[in-house]
């Protein structure tokens, strides 16, 4: 059975960092593509970053280009969401997700086939 654990949200001025961790059980990560998604009160869920099977190619949301980096540890089958310079407009719970084995990456939530619980983030401003 598929698992994925989000950890690492909390409370944060703007301006300031946080790094969000998934921690998969029961599939590789390295062998599938990742998402980050949030979803802010009263909003869809929306796409913010992948990274493909193998971590040769990722995909962010513009609005959190040059902000936020993907990134996977294969060792503890864990992927990370550094988010840098954090806005108020941040705010929402973060989802991770997994989708097909050897797949690229997609910015639909249609695209993934696990998902974790969530994790919050909040950024006062």
């Known amino acids: 059975q598929v698992q994925l654990a989000e950890s690492g949200g909390g409370l944060v001025q703007a301006g300031g960092s946080l790094r969000l961790s998934c921690a998969a059980s029961?599939?590789?990560?390295?062998?599938?593509?990742m998402g980050w998604f949030r979803q802010a009160p009263g909003k869809e869920r929306e796409f913010v970053a992948s990274?493909?099977?193998?971590?040769?190619?990722?995909m962010y949301e513009d609005s959190v280009k040059g902000r936020f980096t993907i990134s996977r540890d294969n060792a503890k089958n864990t992927v990370y969401l550094q988010m840098n310079s954090l806005k108020p407009e941040d705010t929402a719970v973060y989802y991770c997700?997994?989708?097909?084995?050897?797949?690229?990456?997609?910015?639909?939530?249609?695209?993934?086939?696990?998902w974790g619980q969530g994790t919050q983030v909040t950024v006062s401003s």
């Open positions: 997700a997994s989708g097909p084995r050897y797949g690229l990456g997609s910015r639909n939530n249609g695209g993934y086939d696990y």
């Open positions: 029961g599939r590789t990560v390295s062998l599938y593509p």
């Open positions: 990274i493909s099977w193998g971590g040769a190619s990722t």
